[in-house]
């Protein structure tokens, strides 16, 4: 895909203080949320951060194989530490993510992540993945909801997913995001693509 922006986000001389600025800080508190989910279950919504790196890694060992195909479009058993970093160290703006999380302190566990990556300066790319046992229970429809609305205000216009054709549930959620989509159907795949610029 093209894109403009891209260079802006240099993970290299991104080191984890330059990370936390006072005004990540400030927004990222703004973002933690507790989220009642349809079944009355309680899990926290937060920013992903530079130290989920190895809670990332291990909610990635207990994702199903099938999970992991629909995500990444291939078997990818381990995720690695190169790739965990990557995945946790964000600048906010180009890359954002949200997690749901359970637990405290030691045991805080993540459950699901929905991220997106800047593609041109008024688009993004949406991925998704919940941990199997929590699919189907609204976690996904909630953290977009917020994660739409954070990149609304940064000024991007369009969020695009691409999914397998066989994705009902992916496919579920953005329909039900509450902004207009459109969808394109190419070799098995659907790249859906909300207008965030209209009504949410
Ligand atoms: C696809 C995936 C991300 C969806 O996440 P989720 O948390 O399970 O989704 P939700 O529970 O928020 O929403 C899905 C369900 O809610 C329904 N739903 C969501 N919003 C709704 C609304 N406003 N009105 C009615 N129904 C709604 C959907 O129809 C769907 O119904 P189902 O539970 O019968 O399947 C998750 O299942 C997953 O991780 N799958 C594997 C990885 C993957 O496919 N990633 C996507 C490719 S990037």
């Not at 965990?84 to 699901?112: C, P």
Request: with cysteine.
């Amino acid at each position: 895909m093209n894109s403009t922006v891209s260079t802006l986000y240099k993970p290299a001389e991104l080191d984890d203080s330059a990370a936390w600025s006072a005004y990540q800080r400030a927004e990222m508190a703004a973002i933690t949320q507790t989220l009642r989910l349809r079944d009355g279950e309680v899990v926290t919504m937060r920013a992903i951060r530079p130290d989920d790196a190895q809670r990332l890694q291990a909610f990635h060992a207990r994702l199903s194989s099938d999970t992991i195909v629909m995500r990444y479009f291939r078997a990818a058993p381990v995720l690695y530490e190169k790739d965990a970093r990557w995945l946790t160290h964000l600048d906010y703006d180009n890359r954002m993510a949200l997690v749901a999380t359970t637990g405290e302190g030691a045991d805080e566990r993540i459950i699901a992540v929905v991220r997106y990556e800047r593609v041109t300066a008024s688009e993004a790319e949406l991925a998704f993945v919940v941990e199997d046992r929590w699919q189907g229970r609204g976690i996904s429809t909630a953290l977009l909801a917020r994660l739409l609305a954070y990149a609304k205000a940064r000024g991007f216009e369009t969020m695009v997913a691409v999914t397998l054709a066989t994705n009902v549930r992916m496919r579920a959620v953005m329909v039900h995001a509450g902004y207009p989509v459109t969808s394109h159907y190419a070799d098995g795949c659907l790249t859906l693509t909300l207008d965030i610029r209209r009504a949410g």
